[in-house]
């Protein structure tokens, strides 16, 4: 589970209405996307132990990093979205035809010279256009052929007219079914307009056609070629299926954002819904920070619930949110729909259609629908608005008091007016060889890691902690002091530095000792710094801080307490992964350094193209010799020193 979601306090805030979730792993990609009647109750299944839910649920549940959802009006509504998820992003767990089959189409190439009519179950926007979807394939494919027949419409790949008179014609021109435009038989007027009559037959002028075949099969009927008869028959019945039945889509007719805005105090969110091809097929929110002119108005207009609706406070600033979001969103979008619903008319909204035109290349249309099903599309991202700005609140007030909230709780315990900057240190060393220390930093409660420092210890020989620990302090002290003066002379504030900002508290990982040597070294050098230690039990556990030569105990269900935690587990990973990666530049450079005719430039290339002293070690010569910087003598120095048995 993600450390930074709680699932207990996410699952109490599920909705007791219709809805998708939607189950994510720990690297953000779609687990499982599932649709309820009631959010509430179906999410909480998955995370209630039940026997006989079988190995691939219990599988995919403790997978599960986090959920989000997204609320509908209806059972059925959730279904059609459900189903357009599942195909877009194609989950693990979900259920999914093995072809990704589709509806078919019909699509025509008007955008070449001489277009053809294929079938296709993808529509692209190639400018190509399409008729369609249709339920039977069968019954496009023999439309298709019936076209390419009446109108002697090409079907093969040729790139025309830069390929005509390169190759002879095909079997088609031999039967009578293609004009041969491959070989300049047929003018290009001449094949557009045999492609304008198709065209008028898949937009429904379907008669001429059908009154055709239907002569066809009464003459094969009188002939007594039943046969023939029958599959004009077939052929009419699949004509006026695919005409009669079929819907029409235009490549940018249907694609279209949905923008909610939902506000509460300073704070406010926009959900955005996307739609391509005439679905639902994802969404989106963005967490914005009104500005205190906005959100003063807001205010007023708040305490003034009589104005006017043309002085409507809350109303302009909903068109001024919305009108920068609009802007910042689409200013670096790769894509933009033909149509933008809005929930709110926005600020400068003619201009910024212009704007998107112009970006788009045709016309961009910026709505706010009053009725319709756009208008109850707009209505249920606005919900959907307003359960993530809840959210939000909730998190940050969460997040919060798990961190500003952690460090005021520390300062209560050591009587401290203020502290928002604490570091911690801690020393890492194996018998005393490659000894190491760390300084990690924790602002306002979150680790600053840039501020994160390391020391190779100089002066101290052995396996001994407290020296090392003074001679860490001493030099970040020192320098910082150094850097300070420094930065005062060019008239630049201390925040400029890397070592100029001192903290508010140092923490040290252990008890009395660390916390006197580290006492002593500030009084050395003339800082006043707190320092407080994090006094741990024999099983290794923290248990409370050490302060002005006094224990103190702390809760160890608080906030502060887990803080604690978190800094003392920091500082010793921190130091401990230090010493880890010297240690090992270390084996590999000795080991290295022992081959003759390998010098620093070698080494360096080696290291690079096989990664460890283990790969090169198990490499031939072939390889060595192939590395950058060397040949087939240095590769032979290699491999005799690793391999000295298999060498004569």
């Known amino acids: 589970m993600n450390p930074d979601f709680d699932l207990q306090e996410e699952l109490k805030k599920l909705p007791q209405k219709p809805g998708v979730y ?35 649920i219990e599988h995919m549940v403790s997978r599960i990093a986090y959920f989000e959802y997204i609320v509908t009006d209806s059972e059925l509504e959730a279904l059609v979205l459900e189903n357009n998820l599942i195909k877009e992003n194609r989950p693990k767990y979900n259920t999914l035809l093995k072809d990704d089959k589709t509806y078919p189409y019909i699509k025509v190439t008007v955008q070449e010279a001489y277009p053809r009519v294929l079938f296709t179950r993808k529509m692209k926007k190639d400018g190509a256009r399409y008729f369609g ?47 041969a435009p491959c070989q300049g038989r047929v003018t290009s007027e001449e094949y557009q307009e045999k492609i304008g009559k198709a065209i008028d037959f898949l937009e429904g002028n379907y008669r001429p056609v059908v009154k055709q075949l239907e002569e066809r099969m009464k003459a094969a009927s009188e002939e007594m070629d039943f046969e023939t008869a029958a599959k004009m028959r077939d052929l009419m019945q699949n004509v006026i299926s695919v005409t009669q039945k079929q819907k029409m889509e235009n490549g940018d007719g249907e694609d279209r954002d949905v923008l909610a805005l939902a506000i509460d105090g300073t704070d406010a969110v926009v959900q955005v819904f996307y739609v391509r091809g005439g679905k639902l097929i994802g969404r989106d929110h963005s967490f914005l920070r009104i500005g205190e002119e906005d959100a003063a108005l807001l205010a007023e207009s708040a305490e003034n619930s009589s104005l006017s609706q043309e002085n409507d406070g809350e109303g302009v600033v909903r068109g001024r949110v919305l009108s920068t979001f609009v802007r910042q969103f689409y200013a670096s979008s790769a894509f933009l729909p033909k149509e933008i619903l809005l929930s709110d008319s926005i600020e400068d909204q003619k201009l910024i259609a212009e704007w998107l035109s112009a970006r788009r290349g045709n016309r961009v249309y910026l709505k706010v629908p009053q009725r319709g099903t756009h208008s109850h ?39 401290l007016g203020h502290l928002s900057r604490v570091e911690a240190y801690d020393i890492s060393n194996t018998s005393g060889v490659e000894s190491v220390g760390s300084m990690i930093v924790f602002e306002k409660g979150k680790p600053k890691r840039t501020d994160y ?5 100089r002066t101290v020989e052995g396996p001994n902690d407290y020296a090392s620990l ?20 060019r008239n630049l504030d201390v925040s400029d530095g890397s070592f100029s900002v001192f903290p508010d508290l140092i923490m040290m990982d252990g008890g009395r000792g660390q916390v006197n040597i580290a006492e002593q070294v500030c009084r050395e050098i003339g800082v006043d710094i707190p320092v407080c230690g994090m006094v741990k039990d024999d099983y290794h556990r923290t248990r409370g801080l050490y302060y002005h030569n006094v224990e103190l105990p702390i809760d160890t269900r608080s906030e502060g307490f887990k803080l604690i935690t978190r800094i003392q587990d920091e500082a010793h990973r921190f130091a401990i992964e230090y010493h880890r990666s010297l240690r090992a530049k270390a084996q590999t450079r000795s080991l290295l350094d022992e081959i003759e005719g390998i010098g620093p430039a070698r080494r360096k290339a080696l290291l690079r193209a096989f990664g ?24 032979r120095k290699v491999y005799e020193f690793f391999h000295p048995a298999s060498t004569k």
Do not use: W
Not at 138 to 156: G, H, M, P, W
């Open 22 to 56: 939607i189950m994510h792993g720990r690297k953000d990609e779609i687990l499982y996307v599932g649709k309820a009647v009631n959010l509430n109750r179906r999410v909480h299944q998955y995370f209630v132990h039940k026997l006989g839910r079988g190995p691939k």
């Open 377 to 415: 599309l707009v209505q249920m991202a606005l919900e959907n608005a307003q359960i993530a700005l809840k959210m939000d609140r909730e998190r940050v007030r969460m997040e919060e008091g798990r961190t500003i909230g952690a460090m005021q709780e520390i300062a209560s315990i050591l009587g």
């Open 470 to 489: 003074r001679e860490v302090i001493t030099r970040r002290l020192t320098h910082g002091q150094e850097e300070a003066k420094e930065l005062a002379q």
């Open 612 to 635: 460890s002293l283990e790969a090169i070690r198990d490499a031939d010569e072939e390889h060595l010799a192939h590395a950058p910087s060397m040949n087939a003598a240095s590769a």
């Open 453 to 457: 420092r390391k020391f190779r210890i």
């Open 133 to 179: 979807p249709f339920k039977s394939s069968f019954a496009v494919k023999e439309t298709i052929e019936l076209l390419r027949k009446l109108y002697s419409v090409r079907d093969c790949t040729r790139n025309l007219p830069r390929d005509i008179g390169l190759e002879r014609p095909c079997l088609n021109y031999q039967i009578g079914q293609c004009d």
